[in-house]
């Protein structure tokens, strides 16, 4: 069977097959991707890498209770409630992108401001934003505790609240410029193909994975104390 029209840069096609998803573009429905299903299995590693400091930080403080119990008293709960529902919202809007990419639809079909006709661009952009506003966050909170006193090599609490926090900012970062290169291809590229569809989508997995992983530290860290 020959292969559907390709999407212009107004994710839209002049034929009836506009209405063919780009994910399905080509016969590629019939077989799982590749690409997805090495990430799958590479986030599958990762997790086994966040379940070390989860048993790391599980282990060091049922050795330490009472140098647990003084230096959670210094965390900021509130803000890092809020910072954590900023990231937990950016997986909706990274979702909502999904869903645009996979009808075809790259760009905006209406005002910046009726956010029902937004495309991928449009809801990678906020979901960057958003992920941006969770790191620098990260950065204030981080400047606040090292001015009370907690540091990496100050006590075993230091040393794990920022490698568990840490390597968490540093996957979200990679998230953040994993958006930009599937930004950047939908404006460099003269059409709208399944593989970028296949990018956006294995992007989301990745950020799904580093909000979940999240949600499970921001549990351990600043709710079990």
């Known amino acids: 069977m020959p292969p559907g029209p390709p999407y212009g840069h107004n994710g839209r096609v002049a034929t009836a097959a506009a209405t063919i998803p780009a994910s399905r573009l080509h016969g590629h429905h019939d077989r799982p991707s590749m690409v997805s ?27 330490s ?3 647990w119990a003084q230096n959670t008293e210094l965390l900021d709960v509130p803000f890092a409630s809020v910072n954590t529902t900023i990231l937990v919202l950016s ?41 941006a ?24 609490y230091g040393t794990m609240f ?10 979200v970062t990679g998230g953040l410029v994993a958006f930009l290169f599937v930004l950047g291809r939908t404006y460099i590229a003269r059409k709208f193909t399944h593989e970028q569809a296949v990018s956006a989508i ?15 530290l921001f549990a351990t860290i600043y709710l079990i104390k």
């Open 37 to 63: 299903v090495g990430t799958i299995i590479w986030l599958s590693s990762e997790l086994m890498f966040f379940a070390a400091l989860f048993a790391s930080y599980f282990t060091i403080r049922a050795v």
């Open 65 to 67: 209770p009472d140098l």
């Open 91 to 131: 997986s909706l809007t990274c979702q909502l992108g999904v869903f645009a990419a996979e009808r075809g639809q790259v760009g905006r079909t209406g005002s910046v401001f009726k956010m029902g006709g937004w495309g991928l661009r449009e809801w990678f952009l906020l979901t960057y934003v958003m992920g």
């Open 133 to 156: 506003v969770f790191i620098a966050g990260q950065a204030i909170e981080y400047a606040t505790l090292v001015q009370e006193g907690v540091t990496i090599q100050d006590s075993a």
């Open 162 to 171: 920022y490698l568990t926090t840490g390597f968490h900012g540093l996957h």
């Open 202 to 216: 294995v992007v989301s997995y990745y950020w799904h994975f580093v909000d979940v992983v999240w949600i499970g």
